[in-house]
């Protein structure tokens, strides 16, 4: 087995529970995107590694294969970042949501303390 | 609009309520509950006090963030906001009203450093170093905000904050409104403890949190974060 059929079933694995994760509505939109650029990039990588040796003397990378590696975690970290950044727009939302929530109950309180008649009339009308 | 937010005061929150209807008896007495689980909400009401019952332990600032968009939606012009822990008399509340009806200042901050501890004093030291707040009482729950504090600080950009001291005045100064201190006593704690400094871990987050803050000059680029 080489590395590049190794590398290619990764790609071809991780690129198929991607796409049934989406079918069975476990991973929405942009996040499946990026995953399966992410496949599809191990999948080139696999079919070609030779790819990283033109790309280093660019970069200058002294050392081709590194490149990849470089890559990976490069990438892990951006994708770490959107995801704080995400989970802090989320948790402002989730806050707002929850005092809205405290401030619709308590004027809900109030409109059931009012007389029914005042209720009556403006739902009649 | 008087805003109480509280957790876990039943102990003392009637009586805060209590007070404070005496003083001010037309004037809405809201208790933001943030999560209590010692029969608080209960005790608000039966007080006669309005309840925003959190469905989410917010945190203090969350709580009192609550409390304004409140008083904003019912379209109140002044808040008051008071610990329900007791520590705050009801009577000074016409000194800390004072200045924003007489159109001198936007917030006005009821402050109280002697009780404060040699290590809190210090903290605060480097926080208005930092900062630039030429504040005595950074942390001070009682406060007053008039409406262009109450529709600042109502904005979503605010809403990230956890506590209601720094990062609160950084966005307020950011804004160019005026902040005014006026002394006030501080009563024994009734009933609980503090809630920023029970913890020397809670400290040191508490800490580095409120540096990055300063750092990163919040409030400065509201535009981006709405």
New interface residues.
Partial sequence: MTYQLTSLVIGIALAATILTLVRRAHLHGPHALWWLVLAAGIILLGIWPRLTDLIAPYLGVGYPPIVAVLLGLGLMLVKMMSMDLQRSRQEQRIRRLAQRLAMLEAELATVREKPSSDLDSSTKD | MILIPARDEAGSIVQVIIESRRQWGQVPI?V??DGSRDGTRAAAVAAGA???????H?GAW?AM??GL??AQ?QGWDLAVTLDADGQHDPADIAALIAPILAGEADVVIGACPPRVSWARRLAWRYFRALSGIGLEDLTSGFRTYNRAAIDRLAL?DA??LDYQDVGVLLILRHQGLRIREVPVTMRERNHGKSRVFNSWLTVVRYMLRTSVLILAGIGGNRHTSR
């Fill in positions: 809201v933001i509950d309005v309840l925003l019952p959190l469905p989410l917010l969350g963030q609550t968009r409140y939606r979503p809403t990230l």
